[in-house]
């Protein structure tokens, strides 16, 4: 169905609207980083933040990545990816994928922080809708 503005669900959780997503997801933009992307499994974009043009490949190599590494490892945690354009760290939201991309100046340390502080906000609202 289609989803609505921030509504309060009965148990009293803010759902999070679409249109709040790419605001939350920018909490995460720090100089080094380009691409800040919420996707669901098969790869759709949700939403992102910073540029927007690089965010679909983005996110069609991440949902494809991910869905291999869960095949070898189910208990995946956060994968970290060194690339020649740059770092990326991934995570699972409830059912959803999470991605930031930056580039080499940016510490590993740093990403994977950004990507479980945003899922942690996330995931509470995101698991009202999968």
Known sequence: GAM????????????LSP?????VLGEALLPGVRVVSLMNRSGLL?????????APA?????SSLWQNFEKCDGSLGCLLLECERGRLAVKA??????????????PFGL???KVVALTSYLLPQLSQLS
């Open 4 to 15: 609505a503005s921030s509504s309060a669900t009965p148990d009293g959780i803010a759902l």
């Open 19 to 23: 249109a709040a997503l790419p605001k």
């Open 46 to 54: 949700l939403g992102c933040a910073g540029d927007a043009q690089a």
């Open 58 to 62: 983005i996110s069609a190599i991440v």
């Open 93 to 106: 939201v409830g059912s959803f994928v999470l991605a930031i991309c930056g580039d080499s100046t940016v």
């Open 111 to 113: 990403l994977k922080a």
